[in-house]
């Protein structure tokens, strides 16, 4: 493996920024996508088991759709692809189990030796106290996806504006979800030339308040 130095790090997410303006003459080749969808596809959940879907949404007509129930955002339109991302409103044993053999086919494991584990998971998840607030929960899981999602774009050099301005129950019609339901959105593609907020200070508070060390 091959890390990036640290300085280049830094130098990217210095770089990124919620883009406003994007030039819609500019779409992200098929390569760079395909990596920016496995880099959702491996980002972590909690046990693992990815308790949501990504829309992608390019065709124009649906983008037109979307950019209403949006605030009439211009990132929508403009931009070269945008994900939504959607949480699965129940998670039942169907969905464990499904993982749980998913777990088995890839490693090799005897369905049966992750019965304890599988246990362990419909005991929080279906049958415990988190249960009433699952939807919450798969909220938080969908969060880690968008921030992965928006740090993979920075690191290779595609522009991203995260979507929070959105009417989610608009958007699951005009989707048509009806077991999953859109909690956040991000578009991504390239920054026009006369975004004048690419080059804006970033605005953020000192080291000395944020971060906190024991």
Known sequence: MTAI???????????RYATKQFDPARTINAATWAALEEALILTPSSYGLQPYKFVIVTDPAVKALLKPASWNQSQLTDASHTVAFV???AMGREHIARFIARTSEVRGTHA??????QAMIEKDLVNGPRSAIIAEWATRQAYIALGNFMTSCALIGVDACPLEGIDPPKWDAILGLTDHAVVVACSAGYRAVGDKYAT???IRLPASELIVRR
């Open 87 to 89: 949480i699965h409103k």
């Open 112 to 117: 049966d030796k992750l019965a304890p584990y």
């Open 5 to 15: 130095a640290p300085a280049q790090l830094l130098t990217q997410l210095n770089w």
């Open 200 to 202: 804006l200070p970033k």
